[in-house]
């Protein structure tokens, strides 16, 4: 329990004691495979003996995963949950085990009580951002929009479109005229792009591609090239995460702009667990990261040389 683990050393190699569980979403994305990296990495630099699970983008293993750790008696369980919703029972278990709970880079519809905190960007922002960028960028012109959208039902879907139709709200040139999921990956965003495509004229009526991160958005840009068009100049592509890859194709002048997302969510939450298993001090319900827009005046090389050795 916080009250017996007051007494080690957290943060420092006696704190090898340490057992936390992490149920991950899978490795639909790039992002995602630094998220996870990046999280064993901080593990591992503070001792933190770490148990790793891959729920293969299902909520019902990432259930099972943390009814494991519960049994196990670990001491706190990070989640990055799949969907925002059908968390309820599960965390409830936990907190009736006093194991504290660490949301990673989503958020879930239910009490703020279930949970210690959660260390994510604020997703509705970060699709205003990708939208502010495309109505400065297009600048009044009429423009045609197509929208890839991540996972159904995961918060980043939900508040990166939310957030982006606010953007457009009142620029009655933007429209957007097609919005489906592609799951967050290259596979689906291209199979996707191609029928947007397909059914825009051969692409002739879009302007532009939201997609809500940058694996969906590489995909697409194959499909636009595939069809014939120019990716970035025919279609304008603006996209969320920052991965190394959308910047060698901002470089190509094949995408546009992007809005970053840390991979490094693990290090404040090791931290706050840290502060609070040291003092019983609990942290903010909402540990929120930076959403900072890059374009191609950004050095785009640059940038994916830095990226490249952070975790990616
Ligand atoms: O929850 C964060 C999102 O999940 C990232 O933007 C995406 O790449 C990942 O799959």
Not at 61 to 84: D, W
Not at 111 to 135: I, P, Q, R
């Amino acid at each position: 329990s916080a009250t017996i683990l007051a007494a080690c050393t957290f943060g420092t190699a006696s704190a090898a004691d340490l057992v936390v569980g992490f149920s991950q979403i899978g490795s639909e994305s790039g992002w995602r495979a630094a998220e996870t990296t990046l999280t064993k990495q901080q593990a591992e630099q503070r001792g933190i003996d770490l148990k790793f699970a891959d729920a293969q983008q299902k909520q019902e293993n990432q259930i099972k995963a943390i009814r494991s750790f519960i049994a196990q008696g670990v001491n706190a369980i990070l989640l990055a949950p799949v969907v925002a919703t059908g968390w309820d029972e599960v965390l409830q278990e936990a907190k009736d085990a006093e194991i504290p709970v660490i949301l990673l880079d989503r958020t879930v519809d239910a009490n703020k009580d279930l949970y210690m905190t959660a260390v994510t960007s604020d997703l509705v922002h970060e699709g205003s951002v990708a939208g502010k960028w495309l109505v400065d960028t297009v600048a009044g012109k009429p423009c045609n929009v197509v929208e890839l959208q991540g996972t159904t039902g995961s918060s980043p879907a939900i508040d990166r479109k939310k957030g982006f139709e606010q953007a457009l709200s009142g620029h009655d040139n933007l429209k957007i005229v097609r919005s489906q999921t592609g799951d967050f990956t290259r596979t689906k965003g291209k199979e996707v792009m191609e029928s947007f495509l397909k059914a825009e004229d051969g692409g002739k009526n879009i302007c532009a591609l939201y997609a809500h991160n940058d694996d969906m958005a590489v995909g697409a840009i194959q499909a636009i090239k595939e069809a014939g068009l120019k990716p970035g100049k025919d279609i304008l592509v603006v996209s969320i995460d920052a991965v190394p890859d959308i910047f060698q194709a901002m470089a190509a002048g094949e995408a546009n702009a992007t809005v970053e997302l840390t991979p490094n969510m693990a290090g404040p939450a090791f931290d706050a667990l840290a502060a609070y298993l040291k003092d019983g001090k609990e942290p903010p319900k909402w540990i929120q990261t930076e959403s900072k827009l890059y374009t191609q005046a950004d050095d785009p090389m640059k940038v994916y040389e830095e990226k490249k050795g952070l975790g990616y």
